[in-house]
Structures are given as C-alpha cells and as structure tokens.
C-alpha cells in the first residue's frame, strides 16, 4: 500500500469513528431517553392525548376534526388539506388584506349567522371564521362555543344548561394563568355530550 493510501485511511479512520458513535449517540440513545422519560413523566401526552372510547381511539384531544353536523359543535375552519389533514397541516398563507381571504371570511360570516340563527348585530369570533396557523387547532373561544351551544341543545332535544355545562367542564384556563384567552376543546365537548346520550 502506498504511503499516501496509508495516510488517507489514517485520516479518514478517526472520522469514521466519530460518524458512527456520534450517530448511535443521537439518532438512537438520545431519542429513545427523551422517548423514555416523557412516557414516564408524560404518559398520556406522549402517546398523543389519545382518546379513547371502549377500547377505541376516537382522537386525539390535541388535533381538530371535522365536526358539522348541528348536534355538535363545530369547529374552527381548517386549511389543512381538505381539513383537519396532519400530513398536510398548514394555515391559508393568506394576508389579512388578501381579497380570497376576505371573500372567504364573508361567506364563513354569513354561513355561522344562519347556521346559529345569530342576528346581524352578534358579532363572530375571530375563530369561528378564520383558520388557525396549523389548520389542526382543537379548540375554539368560550364566545363562540357559548354561542353554538343553542344549536347544539336544541338539535340534540335537551336544555341549553346541559350544553353549557359540558362547555364548561371542557374550558381551559389562561396558559401561565395570563397568556391568550380560556378556550374550549371541541372534541371533548362532543364526546361527552354523546357519551350522556343527550
């Protein structure tokens, strides 16, 4: 072997050496500890906030879906693919000056006043006509989950009082106790509601 070869694989040896235990290092051991201390301090979220209903995942309480029918509540619009799409999560990249977004905004205004028989003079939620940055977004505004909950009680034949509790009992809190405002998870809201077969 020629002295140059022999210096080439001296160089490239300890090179090597260092790709490969610096891969072990972070491609296997690193994730499976972070893997393994979240199951153990996280259980729940780090599986995914799977829900379950009689053995049978139904959701995930961190990601939206596409809820319309008048029973339920609905929603904030989605512009994940055809909505609610994980593989394809992104929001409209639609300015706030952009005509399509302001068309689209219209027409979701008119659709929310006539779907909740909501006079001209309620004002809409923000999130009840807007995609959020992910388009995934499980949950929505106390306001607008308090104004679909007549909706929902009279489409589901019980008093408003049941719907605004389940609202309720599915309301977080302020982040921190001072960041952004309490919101409702959607999800949840619904599974309880068909879980008292109301």
């Known amino acids: 072997m020629s002295a140059p070869l022999q210096g080439l694989i001296r160089q490239l040896r300890p090179a090597l050496i260092v790709l490969v235990l610096l891969s072990v290092l972070t491609g296997v051991a690193y994730p499976l500890a972070v893997t393994g201390v979240a199951k153990v301090a996280f259980g729940h979220k780090a599986d995914g906030s799977l829900i379950r209903r009689h053995g049978v995942v139904v959701g995930?309480?961190?990601?939206?879906?596409?809820?319309?029918?008048?029973?339920?509540?609905?929603?904030?619009?989605?512009?994940?693919?055809?909505?609610?799409?994980?593989?394809?999560?992104?929001?409209?990249?639609l300015g706030p000056s952009s005509p399509l977004l302001l068309d689209a905004v219209k027409q979701r205004v008119g659709a929310y006043r006539s779907e909740n028989r909501l006079s001209g003079d309620v004002l809409v939620p923000?999130?009840?006509?807007?995609?959020?940055?992910?388009?995934?977004?499980?949950?929505?505004?106390?306001?607008?989950?308090?104004?679909?909950?007549?909706?929902?009680?009279?489409?589901?034949?019980?008093?408003?009082?049941?719907?605004?509790?389940?609202?309720?009992?599915?309301?977080?809190?302020?982040?921190?106790?001072?960041?952004?405002?309490p919101v409702v998870n959607v999800l949840l809201v619904n599974l309880d509601l068909d879980a008292a077969k109301v």
């Open 60 to 93: 995930s309480s961190l990601i939206g879906q596409p809820f319309t029918a008048p029973k339920y509540l609905h929603p904030r619009p989605s512009a994940a693919g055809a909505g609610y799409d994980g593989s394809a999560s992104s929001g409209s990249n």
């Open 126 to 181: 923000v999130d009840a006509v807007t995609a959020s940055g992910s388009g995934l977004d499980p949950d929505i505004s106390l306001a607008n989950a308090r104004l679909q909950a007549p909706r929902v009680a009279n489409a589901r034949g019980v008093a408003l009082a049941i719907v605004q509790t389940a609202i309720a009992r599915h309301t977080s809190g302020r982040p921190l106790g001072i960041l952004g405002d």
